[in-house]
Antibody
């Protein structure tokens, strides 16, 4: 069974750093892209970017380029999303999601989401 | 970048009604259009991919159509469990932009 299990909710202060995780199981981690999607409370879905665990090829949405960093650790089938300096506007639910190719196939599996709250 | 515009942003329907949601791309995306359903507090769920292919285990009352720039999601007879927010997403290339969502509420 394909599963994407994300790390737990985080409460941080502005300016702090953060790294959240997405652990994959039930399929070949290096063969599928992992994307990240942001959802601000009460708002819609925003596609942030995507990474290919096989070679760490990463594509960011222009809206998130330079704001976050995506990475993977193939040895433990885990993808990461990190911030070096959080802002209050980063408060949101963050989902990781699997897709088969860079273009074409849809997102077929989603993580359960990680709620990030940034408040002084 | 290609923009995705959904309409309406919300609608009210009674159980048994036919519901139609549209999604327009600012440039052609061929048939690379997917539809997701999201219920409160849950991750989105894939309903339809490549404009008209029903994901396995999705009820046949859901259907999708369109190509190029104009797409439609139809629920032929809306059921109580269908009240949710629906999003389209392009997948022809990155960025894989989502539409802004359509909330389907009970009348």
């Amino acid at each position: 069974e394909v599963q994407l299990v994300q790390s737990g909710a985080e409460v941080k202060k502005p300016g702090e750093s953060l790294k959240i995780s997405c652990e994959a199981s039930g399929y070949s981690f290096i063969s599928y892209w992992i994307g990240w999607v942001r959802q601000v409370p009460g708002k819609g879905l925003e596609w942030m970017g995507i990474i290919y665990p096989g070679n760490s090829d990463t594509r960011y949405s222009p809206s998130f380029q330079g704001q976050v960093t995506m990475s993977v650790d193939k040895s433990i089938d885990t993808a990461y999303l990190q911030w070096s300096s959080l802002k209050a506007s980063d408060t949101a639910m963050y989902y990781c999601a699997r897709q088969g190719q860079l273009a074409g196939p849809p997102i077929d599996y989603w993580g359960q989401g990680t709620l990030v709250t940034v408040s002084s | 970048d290609i923009q995705m515009t959904q309409s309406p942003s919300s609608l009210s329907a009674s159980v048994g009604d036919r519901v139609t949601i549209t999604c327009r791309a600012s440039q052609s995306i061929r048939s690379y259009l997917n539809w997701y359903q999201q219920k409160p507090g849950k991750a989105p769920k894939l309903l339809i991919y490549k404009a008209s292919t029903l994901q396995s285990d999705v009820p046949s009352r859901f259907s999708g159509s369109g190509s190029g720039t104009d797409f439609t999601l139809t629920i032929s007879s809306v059921q109580p469990e269908d009240f949710a927010t629906y999003y389209c997403q392009k997948s022809d290339d990155t960025p894989r932009t989502f539409g802004q969502g359509t909330k389907v509420e009970i009348k």
